[in-house]
């Protein structure tokens, strides 16, 4: 099988704009929209959130975690939970869900075994990135959380289409790291309707190149990929692991040192990394 050939399709069948998302998003979809209604309110949004089980559970698990509740006062109902985060980690939260479910597409177990492990990655790179913005790069830290969530959309959407192409996940991916993930990744995220800034910052990953000492955004999502602890499945099939990288950065910043921030920050990293893969 034609590797290249292939993933050209898959981009060309994205660029297009031919993307079916599962059937059960219409409700994240919905309160998506919801959130760009400037005369939206709590309630309203609430009760459209409670009508999905997993975002309504993600909401309330991220509203608990550490890096949203400090004080660890818990709650329970959907509506506290709500006015805790704000509508712009709400945002983040419904497109989660929707890459999330991009998993059902998947055809075949194993494939849906691969795309929770990309998930678990995604999962920590979000996390990891919310802290290094907040307290390195001194990025907007919701903005970070949000580009660590979608940094791989174009991993999911290449799993989902695998079914049509057997043997793809099964060859050398390096291909992909090439022009395939930059083109499939550009138009789901379009069709994802991401901000501009976020699209910039994912250049900057795809590119590869990490600036020192590191401030963009999407230097934060660099150092955020390089950082986690779970390898995206996809680069190992590429053969293109990290592993043993986070012991080679260590920066400078003020008077502290990356690895001493994130030892601080660990709790927060793992609470809020969890509350998104549970």
Same mark, same amino acid.
């Given at each position: 099988m034609d590797i290249q050939t292939a993933l050209d399709a898959i981009a060309a069948d994205a660029a297009r704009g031919e993307m079916v998302f599962p059937t059960? %998003?219409?409700? /994240?979809?919905?309160?998506?929209? /919801?959130? !760009?209604?400037? !005369?939206?309110?709590? &309630?309203?949004?609430?009760? $459209?959130?409670? /009508?999905?089980?997993?975002?309504?559970?993600?909401?309330?698990?991220?509203?608990?975690?550490?890096?949203?509740?400090?004080?660890?006062?818990?709650?329970? &109902?959907?509506?506290?939970?709500?006015?805790? $985060?704000?509508?712009? %980690?709400?945002? %983040?939260?419904?497109?989660?869900?929707?890459?999330?479910?991009?998993?059902?597409?998947?055809q075949s177990p194993e494939h849906r075994q691969l795309a929770g492990r990309l998930w678990e990655h995604t999962a920590h790179v979000a996390a990891l990135a919310r802290?290094? /913005?907040?307290?390195? %790069?001194?990025?907007?830290?919701?903005a970070a959380f949000f580009a660590g969530i979608v940094h791989e959309v174009g991993g999911f959407y290449l799993i989902a289409r695998a079914g049509a192409?057997?043997?793809? $996940?099964?060859? &050398? $991916?390096?291909?992909?790291?090439?022009?395939g993930e930059t083109q499939v990744g550009r138009s789901v995220l379009r069709a994802l309707g991401v901000p501009a800034a976020i699209l910039e910052a994912l250049e900057t990953l795809w590119d590869g190149y990490l600036a020192m000492p590191a401030s963009s955004l999407g230097d934060t999502l660099l150092l955020a990929d390089q950082l986690a602890p779970v390898e995206s499945p996809l680069a190992e099939l590429a053969g293109m692991s990290r592993k043993g990288m986070a012991a080679e950065i260590d920066l400078l910043v003020d008077d502290e040192t990356l690895s001493s921030i994130l030892a601080d920050s660990a709790e927060e990293v793992e609470s809020l990394s969890a509350a998104l893969r549970n």
């Open positions: 059960h %998003t219409e409700i /994240a979809l919905r309160v998506q929209r /919801a959130l !760009d209604d400037p !005369d939206c309110s709590i &309630d309203q949004l609430s009760k $459209l959130i409670a /009508a999905e089980p997993m975002l309504s559970a993600r909401v309330v698990g991220i509203a608990n975690s550490v890096a949203y509740n400090p004080s660890g006062r818990a709650m329970s &109902d959907v509506r506290s939970a709500v006015s805790r $985060l704000g509508f712009n %980690t709400l945002r %983040t939260l419904v497109t989660a869900v929707i890459v999330r479910q991009m998993q059902g597409m998947s802290v290094i /913005a907040r307290r390195v %790069t001194r990025q907007d830290p919701e192409f057997p043997g793809l $996940l099964e060859s &050398d $991916l390096e291909p992909w790291y090439g022009a």
